[in-house]
């Protein structure tokens, strides 16, 4: 009886060392990325804070629990054929290690990458992606005096620096234009008028919605013209054009876009045409036309105003 009293108090003691084990090797990992983003927050004034889940939003991916099973029936034999308690005490140590190990690599924290934006420059604190205690991924810092300009590409902010090369930070979709607000006031030179968005990151009513509300706006800014086009006799044909019979991601070539026809009052010829690009997919991923309010509406207007000066040029050759 003693015997085996004290064989259960092994495995219990092993037990606790293993879930001890596991759990500073792989569990402390939120509690130190804390830490380190706390002292941040005391040392410098943070503009903008953001945290994303980096797992593609959308997509469910299937959890292996193949590892679980597979490591409690090598426990389960190592119990049943062991030849000494030892052996059996070292087993337990190395099944409850391996389980709380398993678990705290599958948190969600694991797939969680954090920035900041200061006065200074750019914090990055990178997803940990299961690594152990002695690798976890520290907190990366890109002062704004090393940084030329950004760009918005996908998901991510690109931070570039003078040879080309750059730091990105991912961010949500909801966020977009609080880091473009947060980047303007820190005075972060932006490298392209045009942001490419990744549309996985919109859900397909906003999609739509997005196209309507421009088509309307496209409508509103062609009464600016109206006299204009009424005294060159011509007539505008406006709105959104779409080439996707399938998926929107993966449909190859798929796009959509404002079209602006001008054509001649008394013959319905063409005068002038155009088109304002609002999405396209490469066949893998979609990007949206990243712009908003008074750029979007500036932008619109420029090209608009382009398609006037075509149908005009192109009236003066038929009169000449």
Known sequence: MTDILAI???????????????????????TLRSRQKQKVF??????????????????????????????????????AVSATDVLAVIGCFGYIGGMISLYHRRRQFQKQQGFFFTEKGVWLFPENLGRPLWRQAKGHFTAWQQVTGYKID???????????????VEYLAADYERIKSALSELGV?????TDRLWVAQVDEERFYAMEDEINDLGWDLLDL????????SLRPEFGVMRNMPGDRLFEEQARSWLQLNLLDTDSSERVAASSFLLWHSTGSVGYLLGLSGQELIDRLQE??????????????????
């Open 42 to 79: 005391i040392a410098e004034r943070v503009v903008l804070a953001g945290d994303v889940n980096t797992e593609l939003s959308g997509y469910q991916v299937g959890k292996n629990d193949w590892n679980f099973v597979l490591l409690s029936l090598a426990f389960v034999f190592l119990l």
């Open 8 to 30: 259960w108090k092994a495995l219990l003691t092993a037990g606790v060392l293993g879930y001890l084990a596991g759990t500073v090797a792989f569990g402390l990992s939120p």
């Open 189 to 193: 030179e932006r490298l392209e008028l």
């Open 154 to 168: 996908g998901s991510f902010v690109q931070f570039y620096q003078e040879g080309g090369s750059y730091v990105q």
């Open 225 to 232: 013209f109206h006299e204009e086009l009424e005294r060159m």
């Open 303 to 320: 090209w608009m105003k382009r398609t006037h000066r075509d149908a005009e040029a192109a009236k003066e050759v038929v009169v000449s």
